[in-house]
T-cell receptor, first 116, second 109 residues
Framework: GAVVSQHPSWVICKSGTSVKIECRSL??????MFWYRQFPKQSLMLMAT?????????EQGVEKDKFLINHASLTLSTLTVTSAHPEDSSFYIC????????????FGPGTRLLVL | GQNIDQPTEMTATEGAIVQINCTYQ??????LFWYQQHAGEAPTFLSY??LDGLEEKGRFSSFLSRSKGYSYLLLKELQMKDSASYLC??????????WGAGTKLIIKP
């Protein structure tokens, strides 16, 4: 299957700092990438959908000025958590849709963020 | 509204068979997915059904009935490593995935 990488896998930062998470599709071109957040023992929550070369579409309740998403190329999307606070601590997972196979989303390994 | 229902938790015995059900009500339908998620890890793709019927892939099979808004994931010859959460997701008319809350499967020796 298709491979999606995420970096870093773990981040510990101080409150007020910004954190950037990268998501790459390694062996396919991803016209659409998705960013999810998952709190312990809860289901995936879609934060935003990003299409290459255009602005991301954010889900209701997700602050676009706090969670900056950039999808500059067909293989790379970034999520920047600006001025992170302890309540932003979570498991952030990206997924990518293979442009050649419209339906299936492939997930990255996730980034665990801990804000102190 | 859009809704995906699946049991919260199931328990089964190593070597046995377990069926995890999923019912859905969505605006449009472009396929149903099953993902496996081990604790602390990201989901991994298991199966995709867009037509009615059974899709078999090794020990795992997935069934879909579009008229009933129903799917199940069947796991045979259960192994301890199958202990995980199993997520049902439906792609709606906008090609957006609607996620169920997941079924935590506990395998006992």
């Amino acid at each position: 299957g298709a491979v999606v990488s995420q970096h870093p896998s773990w981040v510990i930062c101080k409150s007020g700092t910004s954190v950037k998470i990268e998501c790459r599709s390694l062996d396919f071109q991803a016209t659409t990438m998705f960013w999810y957040r998952q709190f312990p023992k809860q289901s995936l929550m879609l934060m935003a959908t990003s299409n290459e070369g255009s602005k991301a579409t954010y889900e209701q309740g997700v602050e676009k000025d706090k969670f900056l998403i950039n999808h500059a190329s067909l293989t790379l999307s970034t999520l920047t958590v600006t001025s992170a606070h302890p309540e932003d601590s979570s498991f952030y997972i990206c997924s990518a849709r293979d442009g050649a196979v419209q339906e299936t989303q492939y997930f990255g390994p996730g980034t665990r963020l801990l804000v102190l | 509204g859009q809704n995906i229902d699946q049991p919260t938790e199931m328990t089964a015995t190593e070597g046995a068979i377990v069926q995890i059900n999923c019912t859905y009500q969505t605006s449009g339908f472009n396929g149903l997915f099953w993902y496996q998620q081990h604790a602390g890890e990201a989901p991994t793709f298991l199966s995709y059904n867009v037509l009615d019927g059974l899709e078999e892939k090794g020990r795992f099979s997935s069934f879909l009935s579009r008229s009933k808004g129903y799917s199940y994931l069947l796991l045979k010859e259960l192994q301890m490593k199958d202990s995980a959460s199993y997520l049902c997701a439906v792609m709606d008319s906008n090609y957006q995935l609607i996620w169920g809350a997941g079924t935590k499967l506990i395998i006992k020796p």
